[in-house]
């Protein structure tokens, strides 16, 4: 299978077409690998100005109209809305916070847990969709030994692409961590 193949069979969590269990189950394995593999030893308020900034410079050179922000529950750490982001990216940028925040993985996880069976998040009663939103772009910030200490969150872009450059900047930021923490 070629590379345009693979990701043409990838699960689309933005689509309404028929799509196989295989392929969610395969994203919802992705997902939670991102998890296990994306954690710090520390996390401060200067790394999430660092981190803020990164996105930033990923989303501005191309040209993605995106609201970036990271919180440690009501505290908000470092927020920016870039050209062509809206107040409605603001909205979606608290709900999917909240759903992070919540439940301790990604928005996108969620969603797509939701999935099995094939129904929705939304579809359940107890799922207040005027708070939370099951949708990729939120992603904790995870401490070894300690778990979720803040969220990062992306909006602006299709939900898997908003996650996406979250995973991006994540992975880099971490790599960078460890190249400067110092040897023990």
């Known amino acids: 299978m070629t ?7 990838e699960f689309d969590p933005d689509t309404s ?16 690998e991102e998890t296990r593999k ?7 308020q200067e790394d999430a100005l660092t981190l803020g900034l990164l996105i930033v410079e990923l989303a ?26 809206t107040p409605d990216n603001d909205i979606w940028v608290e709900r999917k916070s909240l759903t992070a925040e919540r439940y301790g993985v990604p928005s996108l ?6 999935r099995r069976g094939g129904g929705r998040m939304e579809d359940n009663a107890w799922f207040d969709e005027s708070s939370f ?7 904790p910030i995870y401490v070894k030994g300690t778990g ?7 909006s602006g872009l299709p939900q898997k692409a908003d996650h996406d450059l979250v995973v991006e900047a994540l992975t880099k930021f971490t790599r960078r961590k460890k190249k400067t923490a110092p040897a023990t």
């Open 3 to 9: 590379e345009n193949q693979n990701a043409a069979a």
């Open 17 to 32: 077409e028929e799509q196989s269990p295989s392929a969610l189950e395969a994203l919802i394995e992705r997902v939670e």
């Open 38 to 44: 994306l954690q710090l030893a520390k996390f401060s």
């Open 60 to 85: 501005t050179e191309r040209e993605m109209p995106v609201a970036v922000d990271i919180r440690r529950g009501s505290h908000t750490l470092f927020h920016v809305s870039l050209a062509g982001a």
């Open 109 to 114: 996880l969620v969603g797509l847990r939701g």
């Open 133 to 139: 939103a099951a949708h990729g772009g939120a992603f």
């Open 148 to 154: 979720p200490v803040a969220v990062v969150t992306v």
